[in-house]
């Protein structure tokens, strides 16, 4: 219980709750996830060529021979990547960061991925870099501090902000749809 | 009245355990009410319970603990809240100490303070709110941007995402003064975001006070204070005085970038919005510095009317809360100011003084005695 309660999201309760449920199932799934726990901690490892998680030598995605090299976005976390990839809108590659520039929690540049970031465009023929940091002022920070790192290297490009596909204009929150007006786009 | 004619009213009160009331409740008329009763009787707690229940914070004390009775776990205040355009609204705030608030609007539980409070809903008049002239300049900065947040569209986000790049930009300069691992030039991207920031911060505080300027001249005269009565925004850093609100953000940048020697030397950032100041007085006579408890009262309270006057006119009539300050006035100036407040929003006035009258002072006043007329239980 006490290791369960270590995991986010999970309190005291949800930790019981879970216990619990494990004791009652039948044991070979409780093996199951077991064996599951000890592969994850034993043969996930970071993939060394864009830092997400990877089983093999690489990750699936810098695996794929298909994918267009010309194109690397760059997301705090490998968590970023999997939203990302279920648009299908997106076929280059990776880079994770690490993290986000937050002098206040001591990240400097130097504690993210930006030296690998930035040999990565110079070896592996990069011609955008798409930023996907996110939307927080310290996904912003970051997105300058590499905007200014890369200019007249590659083409820079960030994620639009705006309005959410399906909703009302009337309940968009004010700040959200400023963000979509600065970024309003020519339609003929 | 403003452009929908709107006004913030309270109609209905509960408190639970809050300074000395254990359980109390108070049904409020649409214009104006006092509460007349003996000093400690309770007056000032019932209007601290109206703030706590608008904008979740006392105007008279920072520490929520402060206002929990002695001995007892925790708070409770509810009010029925008409929010103008949306009818009522039941709102209810908690406190408990190490806990923390709970907050709920008509039921539901609300997590953010930001998402539950409401800015622009309450003008309180305490004797606590000197400060507003005669305080240190944050307080005269809070007492412009509590008005501003319900005047100037995404004010409130433009104030605390300035807050926080701030912070960022003076954690950096103070671990590139200890060679922790930072350079100063990596403060670029902190000031591109406090520039965007400050720069709506600037441009809302500059239309604030142009907008309060008049109003505050006439209501510091009409209260028997000074002729030529102002308020000026003293902005920081002021070499950037001259430059336009369109120029305002880049100058504040290419500042800011100029100044990360002197700033890390100092281990924060020594200029900028978070040290604007607003001048007070008449003339060239500063009344933050200069005046006398009762030309910083009446001061205040033209400042107040100043608020209360933009408010309604760019949002909605506040609800006006006048925590004794009747038995300081003159009866001249008392008269000015209950015709100033009869404006047919609704104004609490507390008072102890007996030689105020209020049935014959203030028209149409609903008096209340306290504790004899509020609904408490022992």
């Known amino acids: 219980m006490a290791e369960l309660s270590r995991l986010p999201g999970i309190g005291a309760r949800s930790a019981q709750r879970l216990a619990f449920h494990l004791l009652r199932q039948p044991s070979e799934r409780s093996l199951a996830l077991a064996a599951a726990l000890t592969g994850l901690a034993e043969r996930i490892h970071p993939c060394p060529r864009c830092f997400s998680f990877a089983e093999d030598e690489l990750c699936p995605i810098c695996a794929d021979q298909r994918r267009d090299p010309s194109l690397l976005c760059v997301v705090e976390e490998p968590s970023a990547i999997l939203p990302i990839e279920r648009t299908s809108e997106y076929r280059g590659y990776y880079h994770v960061l690490g993290g986000a520039l937050s002098p206040i929690d001591g990240v400097d540049p130097d504690d993210l991925r930006i030296a690998e970031l930035l040999a990565r465009v110079e070896a592996e023929g990069v011609a955008e870099v798409v930023i996907a940091t996110n939307p927080t002022m310290t996904g912003e920070a970051t997105a300058l501090y590499l905007a200014d790192a890369l200019r007249g290297k590659v083409r820079i490009t960030r994620l639009a902000s705006g309005l959410p596909v399906g909703a009302d204009l009337e309940h968009a929150d004010e700040l959200t749809l400023g963000r979509a007006l600065l970024g309003r786009r020519e339609l003929a | ?378």
Not at chain 2, 83 to 108: C, H, I
Not at chain 2, 118 to 143: D, H, I, M, Q
Not at chain 2, 299 to 328: G, K, N
């Open chain 2, 1 to 378: 009245m403003g452009p929908s004619g709107a006004s913030w009213r309270v109609s209905a009160l509960e408190l639970r355990d809050v300074r000395s009331w254990h359980r109390a409740s108070l049904v409020l008329g649409p214009g104006v009410t006092v509460l007349t009763g003996h000093n400690g009787a309770g007056k000032t707690s019932l209007v601290e319970a109206v703030v706590l229940a608008a904008v979740g914070a006392s105007p008279r004390s920072g520490q929520m603990g402060d206002l929990v009775r002695h001995g007892e776990r925790a708070l409770h205040v509810r009010a029925t809240l008409a929010v103008p355009g949306r009818g009522e609204t039941v709102r209810d705030l908690g406190y408990q100490p190490r806990v923390g608030r709970r907050l709920a609007e008509d039921g539901v539980p609300v997590a953010s303070l930001a998402a539950w409070r409401r800015p622009g809903s309450v003008l309180v008049f305490v004797p606590e709110e000197l400060r507003a002239v005669k305080g240190p300049p944050a307080a005269r900065r809070r007492g412009l941007d509590r008005v501003l947040e319900a005047v100037v569209p995404g004010f409130t986000e433009a104030v605390a995402t300035y807050g926080a790049a701030l912070a960022q930009r003076n954690a950096l300069l103070r671990r590139a003064k200890t060679g922790d691992g930072a350079a100063v030039a990596d403060a670029a991207p902190w000031e591109a975001q406090m520039a965007a920031a400050g720069a709506a911060v600037t441009r809302g505080r500059r239309q604030g006070i142009a907008m309060m300027a008049a109003p505050f001249a006439r209501w510091l005269a009409d209260l028997g204070g000074a002729s030529g009565g102002a308020v000026r925004l003293e902005a920081s850093p002021s070499r950037l005085d001259g430059v336009g609100d369109d120029g305002w953000q880049d100058a504040f940048r290419a500042y800011l970038a100029d100044r990360r020697g002197r700033d890390a030397a100092a281990g924060m950032t020594l200029a900028g919005p978070h040290r604007d100041d607003l001048w007070i007085g008449w003339d060239d006579f500063d009344a933050r510095r200069l005046g006398s408890q009762g030309e910083q009262r009446t001061a205040a309270l033209a400042l107040l009317l100043a608020h209360r006057d933009l408010l309604r006119e760019r949002a909605a009539r506040p609800i006006l809360l006048l925590d004794d300050v009747f038995s300081e006035l003159d009866p001249g100036r008392r008269h000015a100011l209950v015709e100033a407040v009869t404006d047919g929003g609704q104004t609490i006035i507390t008072t102890a003084d007996t030689g105020f009258e209020p049935q014959r002072e203030v028209p149409g006043a609903v008096v209340v005695r306290v504790p004899d007329d509020v609904d408490a239980a022992a």
